[in-house]
C-alpha cells in the first residue's frame, strides 16, 4: 500500500486541538489536498526506488535515485518549498502551521525525500533572521523557491553533540568574505544532482575566537561562487545506513586548495544563536517527520491486517478471519493510531505557538513554542520508532522480509531519535532550560490548558468518554507533580537529580499532552455529533481518544515515579555497569 495523506484528520487536528484561527478553512482544505494530491501521486511512489537505489558517489558527485530531478522539480515549481517564507523573498506568507501539516505529508510519503526541503527551511529562517541585507539579497530568493537548497554544517569527526570541541577554522580574507577549512561530517544533502548550487550553512572558529561555545561562528558557504566558478568545497564520500537510502549523507572537505569563501551570518562569536534558529526549525520538523512515518506505517500496518486472515475469531462464522478482528492485534492497531494522532496534536500545537509568536501573544507564544519544541521532537521520534516497530508486528514474518515496505519504515524511523539533538539532549534542554522559564510559568500554563481539557470533558458528560476525563485528570496530576519535582531539584542545586529524570519526565510531558490533544479532538467530535453531523468519523475520534486515555495514558503514574524516586541510580551507576 502507498501513503495516502490523511487529510480530514489533519484538517480536523489543525481546527480543534492547534486552533487554526482566523485563516480561511476552505483555503487550509485548498491547500492541503493538493498537498496531499503531490505526496501521494508524487513523492511517495518513490520511496521504495530510492531505498533501493540509494546515492551511488563517483567522482566526487552524488547521483540521486531515478525521479528524484523531476519530482523535486515538480515540488519547486508547485511553490511548496516556501510556504511559510515572506512573500518578499518569493514565499507563500502562510501561517507555520499549515507548513507544519504539508511537512508531515511530504515526510510520511518520502522521508528521504523529504529531507532536503526540511533543511531548506531551516536555513530560510536563518538567513532571513540573521543575515545581512546583501546575503539576502543574493540567496534567500533562491532558497525560498528551492533552486538553491541549504544545509547544516555542525558536526565534525571529534565533536557530535558537544559543539565546543569544533576544529574548522575561519581567516577573515580583507574583503569581506573569509576562507573556511575543516572537515564536517554527517551533512545531509550536503552534495547532489538536484540543484547546481547548494548553500552551505557552516559553524567555524576565527582566530584567537574564545574558547568553547562561545567562540564559534556561522557563515554562508556555497557550492557555487557569485561569478559561477566553483568554491574551495567538495564531498569527501557518503555514508551507508541502516535506512534513509536515498537521502545522501555526506562528509564534506572544505578549504583543499587554500579555503572556501564564505560570508558572515550575524556577528562574529554568536553564531551558535545564529544556528539555533536554523535547529529549532528542524526540530519541529524532525517531529513531523515522526508524525508522517508513524502515519505511513499505520496505513500499511491496518491495510495488511484487514487483508491477511489467520484464525477465527471469537464468534466469527467463516473458519478464518483478518488479523484485524483479533483483540491482540487490534489493541497494536490502536496504540500506532493513537499515538501517532497524539503526537499529530503536539507537533501542530508547537506550530501554532511559533504563529502566535509573530502577532498579539509575541515573547509569551515564543515560549510555549520554547517549552514545546523537544517535546514535539523527542515524544514524537519516540513514538515513530515504536508505532514502526509494532508495524512490523502486525505483518509478522511478512514484516521482517522487504517486500511489504515495514522494514524500511522502522529502518527510516530510527534515525529520529538521533539527529537534530538526540532526544536525550531534548529532554536535558527541557528540563534544565525550557521548564524553568518565567520561574515555571510557562509550563504551568500549559498544564492549566491541559486541566481544561479535562474539566470540559467533565462538564459535557457524554457517556462514549468513558474514564476519559478521570485518566486525563490522573496524568495530570502526575505531570504536575513531577515539575514541580524537576523545579525543585533544579532550584536547590542538586542537577543529576533533575537530570536523571529528564527522559522520563519529557515522556510524561507527551504522553499527557498528547492526551489532552486527543481529549479536544473527542470534545469537539462530541459536539459535532449532538449538532447533528452524522459523519462517522466523530465516533472513530471519540473511540480513539477513550482508548488513548485508558490504555497508554495510565502509564503516567509510573512515569511520575520514576522522575521522582529513580534518581538514585546516579549514585550507584558505576557500580551496576561494572558488573
Avoid at 573556511?180 to 584567537?208: F, Q, W
Avoid at 551507508?240 to 569563501?261: E, N, Y
Avoid at 538521533?418 to 521548564?435: P, S, V
Avoid at 521522582?564 to 557500580?575: H, N, Q, R, S, V
Wanted: with cysteine; charged share 20%; glycine share 12%.
Amino acid at each position: 500500500m502507498s501513503y495516502r495523506a490523511p487529510v480530514p484528520e489533519m484538517l480536523f487536528s489543525l481546527r480543534h486541538v492547534a486552533g487554526l484561527g482566523a485563516f480561511d478553512q476552505e483555503d487550509a482544505e485548498a491547500i492541503l489536498t493538493e498537498a496531499g494530491r503531490i505526496a501521494a501521486g508524487v513523492i511517495a511512489p518513490l520511496n521504495r526506488v530510492g531505498d533501493r537505489h540509494g546515492t551511488p558517489f563517483a567522482d566526487g558527485r552524488v547521483t540521486t535515485p531515478p525521479g528524484w530531478r523531476e519530482a523535486y522539480r515538480t515540488f519547486t515549481k508547485g511553490g511548496w518549498n516556501g510556504l511559510s517564507a515572506e512573500a518578499d523573498h518569493g514565499g507563500q506568507g502562510l501561517p507555520k502551521l499549515i507548513e507544519a501539516a504539508c511537512t508531515e505529508m511530504w515526510n510520511g510519503a518520502n522521508l528521504a525525500f523529504g529531507l532536503c526541503p526540511l533543511l531548506t527551511q531551516g536555513g530560510i529562517e536563518a538567513l532571513a533572521a540573521h543575515g545581512s541585507d546583501a546575503l539576502k539579497a543574493r540567496y534567500l530568493e533562491k532558497l525560498v523557491s528551492g533552486e538553491w537548497p541549504a544545509t547544516m554544517n555542525l558536526t565534525e569527526p571529534q565533536a557530535g553533540s558537544d559543539l565546543a570541541l569544533l576544529r574548522t577554522r575561519a581567516v577573515p580574507a580583507g574583503d569581506g568574505t573569509y576562507r573556511i577549512t575543516g572537515t564536517k561530517i554527517y551533512i545531509t544533502y550536503g552534495e547532489h544532482d538536484l540543484s547546481d548550487n547548494i548553500v552551505h550553512l557552516v559553524l567555524a572558529r576565527l582566530p584567537e575566537a574564545p574558547v568553547g561555545t562561545r567562540g564559534i561562528s556561522l557563515f554562508l558557504v556555497p557550492k557555487a561562487l557569485p561569478d559561477g566558478s566553483r568554491n574551495d568545497l567538495r564531498c569527501a564520500g557518503v555514508e551507508h545506513k541502516l535506512g534513509i537510502h536515498a537521502s545522501p549523507t555526506c562528509s564534506m572537505a572544505f578549504g583543499d586548495d587554500g579555503g572556501a569563501t564564505g560570508w558572515l551570518i550575524g556577528q562574529e562569536n554568536k553564531g551558535l544563536a545564529c544556528m539555533f534558529t536554523m535547529m529549532n526549525a528542524a526540530r519541529l520538523n524532525v517531529g513531523l517527520q515522526g508524525v508522517g512515518v508513524a502515519e505511513a506505517a499505520t496505513q500499511r500496518a491496518l491495510a495488511y491486517a484487514r487483508e491477511r486472515r489467520q484464525g477465527r475469531a471469537i464468534g466469527a462464522a467463516e473458519a478464518t478471519s483478518p488479523i484485524a478482528a483479533h483483540p491482540d492485534v487490534q489493541r497494536m492497531l490502536l496504540t500506532m493510531k493513537a499515538y501517532t494522532a497524539a503526537a499529530r496534536g503536539i507537533c501542530y500545537l508547537t506550530a501554532a505557538a511559533l504563529d502566535a509568536s509573530k502577532g498579539a501573544e509575541g515573547q509569551a507564544g515564543l515560549d510555549r513554542a520554547s517549552l514545546l519544541t523537544p517535546v514535539a521532537k523527542a515524544f514524537s521520534t519516540d513514538l515513530a520508532n515504536e508505532v514502526t516497530s509494532l508495524g512490523v508486528q502486525v505483518h509478522g514474518g511478512m514484516g521482517f522480509v522487504e517486500e511489504t515496505g515495514a522494514a524500511q519504515l522502522m529502518r527510516d524511523a530510527r534515525i529520529l531519535g538521533i539527529y537534530e539533538g538526540t532526544n536525550g539532549i531534548q529532554a536535558i534542554d527541557l528540563t534544565a532550560r525550557k521548564l524553568p522559564l518565567n520561574g515555571g510559568a510557562t509550563a504551568r500554563s500549559q498544564i492549566a490548558w491541559m486541566r481544561r481539557a479535562a474539566e470540559q470533558m467533565l462538564k459535557a458528560g457524554d457517556p462514549a468518554f468513558g474514564h476519559m476525563a478521570a485518566r486525563l485528570r490522573d496524568g495530570i496530576g502526575s505531570l504536575d507533580r513531577a515539575t514541580s519535582h524537576q523545579l525543585a531539584a533544579l532550584g536547590s542545586n542538586r542537577p543529576e537529580a533533575a537530570l536523571a529524570g529528564a527522559s522520563p519526565y519529557l515522556r510524561l510531558f507527551g504522553l499527557v499532552l498528547g492526551g489532552a490533544c486527543l481529549a479536544r479532538s473527542a470534545l469537539a467530535a462530541s459536539a459535532a455529533l449532538k449538532a447533528g453531523e452524522t459523519d462517522p468519523a466523530h465516533a472513530g475520534r471519540i473511540a480513539l481518544a477513550r482508548f488513548y486515555a485508558e490504555n497508554l495514558l495510565v502509564a503516567a503514574g509510573g512515569l511520575e515515579q520514576s522522575v521522582a524516586e529513580g534518581g538514585a541510580f546516579t549514585d550507584e551507576a558505576a557500580l551496576a555497569l561494572a558488573v
